[in-house]
């Protein structure tokens, strides 16, 4: 991950150190993707077509990966839980509160995780440099995992 030991190795490990087992600890991430697979192995990352903004507007998802912590009381080992969520992109763009959401976390990224993500933030902020009124109808078939928008992060 871009940046761990700069920006946040320390604070994850007083952050581990700190976890007491009655709280559960939650983060997530996200991104653009044009797969619509939940589970995607790094052997099979070659497979999926170049990233461009039509096809990430027509074809394309922002996935959303919900990672959960809880410190087992017995052992004090740290048990990792994930969900990954799947929104179709044509979806986020018709929905305009939920596309200013996007553009403002999308030009908030730090430079070394677009670098990271290899070109697809790049496509992601082309498509939504775009007038919304070219993007607006939501897609008729969703493929995502959840039908609700997950709570946002405190």
């Not at 087992?72 to 929104?87: D, T």
């Not at 697809?120 to 897609?139: G, K, T, Y």
Request: hydrophobic share 40%.
């Amino acid at each position: 991950m871009p940046q761990y030991e700069a920006h946040l190795a320390t604070s994850v490990d007083r952050a581990f150190h700190a976890m007491r087992p009655e709280r559960v600890v939650w983060r997530r991430n996200w991104g653009p993707h044009l797969s619509p697979r939940l589970f995607r192995h790094a052997d099979a990352l070659d497979v999926v077509p170049p990233m461009t903004p039509e096809r990430l507007l027509e074809q394309g998802f922002i996935r959303s990966e919900h990672q959960t912590l809880v410190k087992l009381q017995r052992s004090a080992a740290i048990a990792f839980g994930l969900k990954n969520y799947l929104w179709p992109m044509r979806d986020m763009l018709a929905d305009p509160q939920v596309r200013s959401a996007l553009e403002v976390a999308a030009q908030r990224t730090w430079p070394e995780t677009r670098e990271y993500m290899k070109g697809r933030h790049e496509v992601l902020l082309a498509l939504l440099s775009r007038p919304a009124e070219s993007n607006a109808q939501p897609s008729t078939a969703t493929q995502s995992s959840s039908t609700e928008m997950p709570p946002a992060a405190s």
